[in-house]
């Protein structure tokens, strides 16, 4: 006969909430994966205004949101893999945070 007292086994996360942190942490690792890219094609020249005909200060002042708007859909379109590092890095942190 065992002796040993019992020990209660840990509560599992219910599958669904695991599959909704899993999502959001996806989605948190996509959001830095267009910042990063925005930022870099800000420093590209991307959103710079030419010389001649241009929109003026309309264009100047809408440019960083067409440079978001492409950051996300090259995202979305697979990005530079960074999303997916960063996702792995944010599941480990949340596995040893539990």
Do not use: C, W
Not at 12 to 37: G, N, T
Not at 55 to 63: N, T
Not at 74 to 79: A, L
Request: glycine share 10%.
């Amino acid at each position: 006969m065992d002796t040993r007292p019992l020990m209660a086994s840990p509560p599992q996360a219910a599958p669904d909430r695991k599959a909704a942190d899993e999502k959001a942490l996806r989605l948190k690792a996509q959001e830095l994966e267009a910042s990063f890219l925005a930022e870099m094609l800000k420093h590209s020249g991307l959103g710079k205004t030419q010389e001649g005909f241009n929109g003026g200060i309309g264009e100047e002042q809408f440019a960083s949101f067409l440079i978001d708007e492409y950051a996300s859909m090259m995202v979305k379109s697979g990005g530079i893999g960074l999303a997916e590092s960063i996702f792995q890095s944010l599941q480990k942190g949340a596995e040893h945070a539990e």
